[in-house]
């Protein structure tokens, strides 16, 4: 007996079993544990609920905010700053294509995702001209809201699949002839236009310096270039100007 009880006090004293412990470091949050903010905005509530649902249906995702209008939803920006603006097309008082300029110009640090019900390629390329990185159907939020969120912050774009597909056959086919949408008066030479491509083709820099037969060190001068020549504020903004002028396909 008196064995048994010095077992069991040599157990409790040691820290081998994990007896008596403070917790694990691991249990402390970190700042790479921080959240993606999200603030959803649509004047229908069984519209914003679902969306929530689904957003925080995946780790790492907060619906930090909602909105019901667009003049709510820039009230929502400035206070709550969210990473993402998850955006319905048509909503009162301010349109989303109003709401996607505003957000952009105030708050460049937030990115924009607009849905809509409308199955429209002219309209998407029109929410990306107002500075929004996807455009993804109401119809298929289910399967491809999450997909648009993940795209979309990681600074790239995304449409919803049924009209990528016709938007990527337009890209390919060209604009009309006589038709200035598909021209580019960018001030870019050429070197520094197959740069954005490739980079908005989602190369690092390492591999377009390859691509090209250059250093690494050379297409960081030209991407550092480029973001000055055309104001560009971040990476985003390249993406978009690839998108717009055609240099890849959405």
């Known amino acids: 007996m008196d064995n048994l009880r010095q077992k069991t006090k040599g157990a409790a004293a040691s820290p081998v079993y994990g007896l008596l412990e403070p917790p694990l470091a691991s249990a402390v949050p970190s700042k790479h544990d921080k ?5 959803v905005v649509d004047d229908h509530p069984v519209v914003r609920r679902g969306v929530r649902a689904i957003l925080e249906s995946q780790p790492g995702i907060e619906v930090c905010s909602e909105a019901s209008n667009g003049l709510e939803a820039m ?10 603006v998850v955006l319905d097309l048509t909503m009162p008082e301010m349109n989303g294509l109003e709401v996607t300029t505003a957000v952009r110009e105030q708050s460049p640090e937030t990115e924009v995702l607009v849905l809509s019900m409308h199955f429209s390629d002219e309209l998407a390329r029109e929410v990306l001209r107002c500075g929004a990185l ?6 298929d939020l289910d399967t491809e809201l999450l997909e648009a969120v993940d795209r979309v912050r990681q600074h790239k774009p995304f449409f919803t699949s049924k009209l990528a597909v016709t938007m990527a056959q337009n890209f390919v086919a060209g604009p009309p002839e006589g038709d200035p949408e598909g021209q580019s008066d960018s001030p870019l030479t ?8 490739l980079l908005a083709e989602g190369k690092s820099n ?3 310096a390859a691509t090209l037969g250059v250093s690494t060190r050379t297409i960081e001068s030209h991407r550092n270039h480029i973001m000055h020549k055309m104001n560009f504020t971040s990476f985003s903004d390249m993406i978009r100007f690839a998108v717009r002028s055609n240099l890849v396909a959405p």
Do not use: F, M, T
Request: no cysteine.
């Open 35 to 39: 959240s993606y903010r999200v603030l």
């Open 75 to 84: 009230e929502q920006v400035k206070k709550a700053k969210p990473d993402l």
């Open 134 to 139: 996807g455009y993804v159907l109401k119809s």
């Open 190 to 197: 050429e070197r520094e236009i197959q740069v954005v491509q």
């Open 206 to 208: 390492k591999e377009v």
